[in-house]
């Protein structure tokens, strides 16, 4: 007997045979126990000479007769019961094959219920439209002997009787194949029924039915010669877009030749199809798998090669002739399903599929719809924002942003066509309103290019694209601002709502339309607090947001579904995606083209199909043409910051006791200020940028910007710096109220890494000094850097604010105290964050003077004794003869003692000279000249100066490469000297005076301080 393959796995069950019946071992004579008695009665009677003693000997024998006739018996006895166990482990054995059988036969109902179940079935099926042209499509050809899965187990060595294996071999036989079973397969094989019209088209409707209640509407598409082909909720369009059923030829016949010619292809993959026959094809909707072919003929040669399943039907029944596998070839019963049941059945189908939301009218819409077709019938605005999207079944599709809203979700992946309805969306509600009532952002985070066209728009306010992030995260920073204003102007006028104001609202309706929303959210997270917010109070406001998407799924959150009431779901990749956005995975299903099909719900409603508008650049010129005589709509965000702002555009007057220097930009405040630095509220402050990003620019700001606070420019260079912070820390309060003054100290880091090691500790220390004690003193710091360096990590904590500017890369943004969202590598001289806000530093309008070191007393002081200390003695003895001829020099180390050498008088003009070894030799000669002489050191150590004069303070420094050069004057200050110029015959070591520096700064020598 043939068989029919399982179609669907199943679990083996396990059967073990009966056990044979056991024969009981055969008996032998007893012979030993037979001569044994007749022994011992011999011997006995021999021991007693009684002759009754052999009456025993007749017992040995008699004992063994009776021994074998009882094993017989036992033997029968054995034998019976075996027997009677064999016959009941063999109906066990039947009824354990019988329930297996049954199970077999209900698996195989469940995994293909066949037509006549689907037809009896009044409740729909929860796997119905499940089905998959990627996986197997299990269908019921009829019932017939079935291979089971039953094994027989039989590990028992087989010494029966004939009777008993004949037993045994019934039992692998009965358990070999499944009786009058459902009958499956995959129908992805193909299959293909001949014989008599009649039965072979009523054996392939039983078909039909079970492939289109396994397939899902929006999946798949069917070409078929039946008329109630057209009452499924499948798709039945052919190439060219129009019914089935308007296809079909007046006879009824369907001819696959014919088919071709509508449909512009073969619709198999196959040869040419062959006369005569007549074909059903579910066609995969998303064109990835090949389609699925069930085809009728009158012989088996009309078949195509599509159907490698064949059956051949009859009155006396069915036969599978083909089959890949051929030990599924073999008779059936076939299942038949007449064409008013199909009918009737195929009208329930639709009814409940669009109950359900997944119902395919796809095959009633267009493949392509013009906005231009839509416009013409909406010459007058509809009310809110109402307006038509696309086409559906039953006409035009018009939505509602305010009513089914306010919000809107869009999904779709890429290629579905999500550029295409957001661009019609909005032409169409441009269309027959003003810019005065509705305006348009644009938010494009894959470039921009999907809403270019749209900018021409007069009622669009402006893009935002990651071309620029910066630029972007401060629009959308900028819409918090706007919320404000409109709750600002609702208040003003004691309404609640935009809806209060009727047609004359002051506010223009913002519909914010957001793609790849979730790339936008994966490089700033911190943006979904604003789209939060706006979608909590964007209805009354009249802020209205669609956001787009191809993957919703945990993208968009609860907050703001919850406010999204209307949502749209163009073709997915699976159905999670789809279930997110309007509660249902037919989205899933939709065919990959047309690109445009969308399925559109509302607040839970509905689901409706919808032919997305496909708009040209035609419709979007005209629609700009009919309002290009309104006034464009404002953009809900300032201009960015000019790159080049003036101290006289900042429009200060010097009237405050605050220091204007910038530009600043409050996006969430939609406005822009003058940045004014208060030294009293700010501290000092700390300017850190790269080599051109304006630090130089900011303190001339801050040096010439109109204010009633004192501002020193100091020159950078170590000793103009090392001067005026001494300076700052000697001066004493003047009593009552405190002057004010600013310091700005340019290029700090520079100066302190260029300082000789003598002077380095005690520069960061005077600096150090002076950002913590000058504030008391009433004089506040302004330092700049490109970097602190080690030495000068701690001054940053001491400067209560600081402007970032450019800095080379956004570690060292991090590491001068930003935040990594500020840095931008781009950033324009002068700009950058103060106080966390994106300021450009003003330019100065004049020329500022800076502050040079103290001025370079000249040496030797007419009328005063001098005493010098050079490290080349005879050199500098030349020198001064020749700055001062007529006085008297004494060289110290090759002059002997005498009471008189160091003898000075008032008024006696005489010079010392001598090197630091012979004045120490001579230990105490400097300190008796101390009280009437100067003391010049040329050249000398700090060591050396120090104990020479005793001093505990160094020495203030030279400039670099410039020789030391001190004068120690009577009252104990020092003072950097030069010789009197007009005798060094430019032999001596200029020194600064007043003269332009390199960039044409007036640079303007101090007046000499005292130093201790």
Not at 669 to 679: G, H, L, N, T
Not at 735 to 743: D, H, I, M, Q
Not at 855 to 883: D, I, K, Y
Request: proline fraction near 8%.
């Amino acid at each position: 007997m043939s068989s029919f393959s399982r179609g669907a796995p199943r679990v083996a069950e396990r059967v073990a045979l009966p056990r044979p019946p056991e024969n009981s071992p055969p008996h032998t004579f007893p012979w030993l126990a037979t001569i044994a008695p007749v022994i011992g009665s011999v011997a006995l009677w021999a021991i007693t000479d009684s002759i009754y003693a052999l009456i025993f000997a007749a017992l040995g024998p008699l004992i063994a007769v009776a021994s074998v006739g009882d094993a017989q018996v036992g033997a029968r006895r054995t034998r019976r019961l075996q027997r009677a166990r064999f016959e009941r482990d063999c109906e066990r054995t039947r009824r354990a094959i019988a329930e297996a059988h049954l199970r077999e036969r209900s698996a195989l109902a469940t995994t293909a219920p066949g037509a006549r179940v689907l037809l009896a079935s009044a409740l729909p099926d929860p796997e119905r439209w499940r089905g998959s042209f990627s996986s197997p499509i299990r269908v019921r050809l009829g019932e017939g002997p079935v291979a089971s899965s039953v094994v027989v187990e039989d590990e028992t060595m087989i010494d029966a009787d004939d009777e008993v294996l004949a037993h045994r071999e019934r039992l692998r036989s009965l358990a070999a194949f499944v009786d009058s079973a459902p009958v499956v397969i995959d129908a992805r094989l193909g299959i293909g029924f001949y014989g008599p019209t009649p039965l072979a088209v009523a054996a392939a409707r039983a078909i039909v039915i079970q492939l289109a209640a396994a397939l899902s509407p929006s999946g798949a598409r069917i070409d078929g010669p039946w008329g109630w082909l057209a009452q499924l909720p499948h798709d039945q369009t052919v190439g060219d877009g129009r019914l089935i059923s308007d296809a079909i030829p007046p006879s009824g016949a369907w001819q696959l030749s014919g088919a071709s010619q509508l449909s512009g292809a073969p619709l198999l993959s196959g040869t040419s199809p062959r006369p005569g026959a007549e074909y059903v094809v579910f066609h995969d909707a998303a064109g990835t798998s090949p389609p699925l072919v069930v085809a009728i003929a009158h012989t088996a040669m009309q078949l195509p090669r599509d159907a490698r399943v064949v059956v051949s039907v009859g009155a006396a029944g069915s036969v599978v002739t083909k089959h890949p596998d051929p030990t599924a070839c073999g008779s059936l019963l076939s299942d038949y399903v007449s064409e008013r049941e199909a009918e009737l059945w195929a009208r329930a189908q639709t009814v409940s599929a669009r109950e359900e939301g997944i119902a395919s009218p796809l095959a009633n819409l267009p493949d392509r719809v013009g906005l231009h077709a839509l416009l013409d019938h909406a010459a007058t605005a509809h009310p809110a924002l109402e307006c038509a999207l696309g086409v559906g079944p039953g006409g035009p599709v018009v939505v509602d942003l305010l009513h089914d809203g306010p919000h809107a979700i869009v999904g779709g992946t890429t290629g579905s066509g999500k550029s295409e309805l957001l661009i019609s969306w909005v032409v169409s509600m441009a269309a027959t309103r003003a810019p005065a009532a509705v305006s348009f952002l644009f938010v494009d985070f894959k470039g921009g290019a999907a809403f270019e066209p749209l900018r021409q728009l007069p009622h669009s306010v402006g893009m935002i694209t990651d071309l620029d992030t910066h630029q972007a995260l401060r629009a959308l920073s900028s819409l918090r601002a706007e919320v404000r204003r409109r709750e600002r102007v609702l208040a003003a006028a004691g309404a609640r709502s935009i809806d209060e104001f009727g047609e004359n609202s002051p506010l223009a309706r913002l519909v914010i339309v957001v793609d790849e929303y979730a790339a936008m959210l994966d490089d700033h997270p911190g943006l979904h607090g604003v789209f939060v917010d706006l979608a909590a109070r964007g209805r009354s406001l009249g802020v209205h947001l669609v956001l787009c998407t191809q993957r919703p799924g945990g993208v968009v959150r609860e907050s703001i579904l919850a406010n999204a009431g209307l949502r749209l779901c163009l073709r997915v990749n699976n159905a999670p995606d789809s279930i997110n956005v309007i509660g249902s995975d037919a989205a899933a299903l939709l065919p990959a083209t047309p690109r445009g099909r969308a399925l559109v719900r509302s607040h839970g409603g509905a689901v409706q199909p919808v032919q997305v508008a496909l708009t040209v650049a035609s419709d979007i010129a005209a629609v700009t043409k009919r309002w290009a005589s309104h006034p464009r709509a404002q953009a809900p965000w300032c201009a960015p910051l000019p790159t080049a702002v003036s101290i006289a555009d900042l429009g200060a007057r010097a009237l405050e006791m605050t220091v204007p220097f910038a530009l600043v930009d409050f996006p969430e405040e939609q406005r822009q200020d003058v940045a004014r630095f208060d030294p009293d509220r700010h501290g000092n402050l700390l300017v850190v940028g790269a080599g051109g990003a304006g630090k130089t620019a900011l303190l001339d700001a801050l040096a010439t910007a109109p204010t009633r606070v004192r501002v020193t420019r100091v020159f950078p260079s170590l000793p103009a710096v090392w001067d005026a912070i001494h300076d700052a820390l000697d001066d004493e309060p003047e009593t009552g109220e405190r002057p004010r003054r600013v310091l700005l100290l340019d290029d700090i880091d520079a100066i302190v890494l260029g300082c000789p090691d003598e002077y380095t500790a005690a520069l960061v220390e005077m600096l150090t000094r002076l950002l913590r004690e000058g504030p008391g003193r009433g004089v506040t710091t302004v330092l700049t850097a490109q970097r602190l360096p080690g030495s000068l990590h701690g001054l940053g904590a001491l400067c209560g604010s600081a402007v970032l500017l450019r800095l080379p890369s956004r570690q060292e943004h991090l590491l001068a105290g930003g935040h990594s969202e500020d840095w931008q590598a781009d950033f324009p001289p002068g700009a950058g964050i103060w106080r966390g806000n994106r300021i450009q530093v003003a330019l100065a309008d004049a020329v500022p003077h800076l502050r040079a070191a103290s001025a370079v007393v000249a040496v030797p002081t007419p009328g005063v004794p001098l005493a010098v200390v050079s490290t080349r003695p005879r050199e500098f003895a030349t020198l001064l003869r020749a700055s001062a001829p007529n006085r008297p020099l004494v060289d110290v180390g090759r002059t002997a003692d005498s009471p008189d050498l160091f003898a000075f008088r008032e008024g006696d003009p005489g010079i010392l000279i001598a090197d630091a070894d012979a004045w120490m030799s001579r230990w105490g000669a400097l300190g008796t000249l101390r009280e009437t002489t100067e003391l010049l050191f040329d050249g000398c150590s700090i060591g050396e100066f120090r104990a020479l004069t005793g001093l505990r303070d160094i020495p203030p420094p030279h400039a670099r490469g410039q020789r030391p050069l001190w004068l120690v004057r009577r009252d104990g200050s020092v003072h950097r000297a030069r010789l009197d110029a007009h005798a060094a015959r430019g032999r001596a070591i200029p020194t600064p005076s007043s003269a332009p520096s390199g960039d044409g700064r007036r640079v303007v020598p101090n007046q000499p301080r005292s130093r201790v």
